[in-house]
T-cell receptor, first 114, second 113 residues
Framework: DAKTTQPPSMDCAEGRAANLPCNHS???????VYWYRQIHSQGPQYIIH???NNETNEMASLIITEDRKSSTLILPHATLRDTAVYYC???????????????FGQGTTLQVKP | EAQVTQNPRYLITVTGKKLTVTCSQN?????MSWYRQDPGLGLRQIYY???????DKGDVPEGYKVSRKEKRNFPLILESPSPNQTSLYFC????????????FGPGTRLTVT
C-alpha cells in the first residue's frame, strides 16, 4: 500500500469548512483513498473513500487531484465534535490474498475552535 | 442500529490470568479483525478472519488466540496475559464489497499488572 503524508495538526473555526490535505504520490492505479478519523481513544470511524472521482456523503467531501497524487478531505461546516485525528489511507481493493489491515500513519490532529 | 460491540470496555487483570474480549457485529459482515493501539506505534493487526472458521495471523499475533465459530462473533483470547499486552484493543468488521470500509468497535482498554 502506498504511503501517505499529512500535516501533523490543523485548526479550524467552528462553522467554517475544514480542508485536510493528504499527499500520496506513489499511489497505484488500483488503490483507493480512504479517510478515517479517531476521536480521542474511541474506535476509528470510516468517513469516505474514492478512486479517482470526487465523492460526497453526509459527513464530508473528498477531492482527488487528476493525477491522483494528492487529495483533500472537506468537512463543510466543522463543529466542535469534529475535533479528532484524521487519517488518510491508500489501499488496494479486496482480494483473497489481502489481510485487510489498515495502516494508520500519524494523521492530522484537527482542532475545531469556538 | 448497525454496530460492532466489544466487552468489556475496561479490564484490569493480573499476569497469567486467562481472559477473553468479546466482539460482535450485527451487519452480517464476512471479514473481522483485531487491532491493538499503542502510543507511537499506531494500529497493529493481531488476527483477522475472512469468514467462519477461517482465521489468520496479522502482524502481532504472539500471545493471542481467536476463534470464529459464528459469523457475528470474533473473540480475542489471552491465555496468559503479560504486562506487554497492556493496550487499547479494537475489533473491526467489513463486508467484501468494492470499498471494503471497516467499522470499528468502541475499544477495550486492557491493563495487565
Amino acid at each position: 500500500d502506498a504511503k501517505t503524508t499529512q500535516p501533523p495538526s490543523m485548526d479550524c473555526a467552528e462553522g467554517r469548512a475544514a480542508n485536510l490535505p493528504c499527499n500520496h504520490s506513489t499511489i497505484s492505479g488500483n488503490e483507493y483513498v480512504y479517510w478515517y478519523r479517531q476521536i480521542h481513544s474511541q474506535g476509528p470511524q470510516y468517513i469516505i473513500h474514492g478512486l479517482k472521482n470526487n465523492e460526497t456523503n453526509e459527513m464530508a467531501s473528498l477531492i482527488i487531484t487528476e493525477d491522483r497524487k494528492s487529495s483533500t478531505l472537506i468537512l463543510p461546516h466543522a463543529t466542535l465534535r469534529d475535533t479528532a485525528v484524521y487519517y488518510c489511507i491508500v489501499r488496494v481493493p479486496y482480494s483473497p490474498s489481502n489481510t485487510g489491515k489498515l495502516i494508520f500513519g500519524q494523521g492530522t490532529t484537527l482542532q475545531v475552535k469556538p | 442500529e448497525a454496530q460492532v460491540t466489544q466487552n468489556p470496555r475496561y479490564l484490569i487483570t493480573v499476569t497469567g490470568k486467562k481472559l477473553t474480549v468479546t466482539c460482535s457485529q450485527n451487519m452480517n459482515h464476512e471479514y473481522m479483525s483485531w487491532y491493538r493501539q499503542d502510543p507511537g506505534l499506531g494500529l497493529r493487526q493481531i488476527y483477522y478472519s475472512m469468514n467462519v472458521e477461517v482465521t489468520d495471523k496479522g502482524d502481532v499475533p504472539e500471545g493471542y488466540k481467536v476463534s470464529r465459530k459464528e459469523k457475528r462473533n470474533f473473540p480475542l483470547i489471552l491465555e496468559s496475559p503479560s504486562p506487554n499486552q497492556t493496550s487499547l484493543y479494537f475489533c473491526a468488521s467489513s463486508s467484501f464489497g468494492q470499498s471494503w470500509e471497516q467499522y470499528f468497535g468502541p475499544g477495550t482498554r486492557l491493563t495487565v499488572t
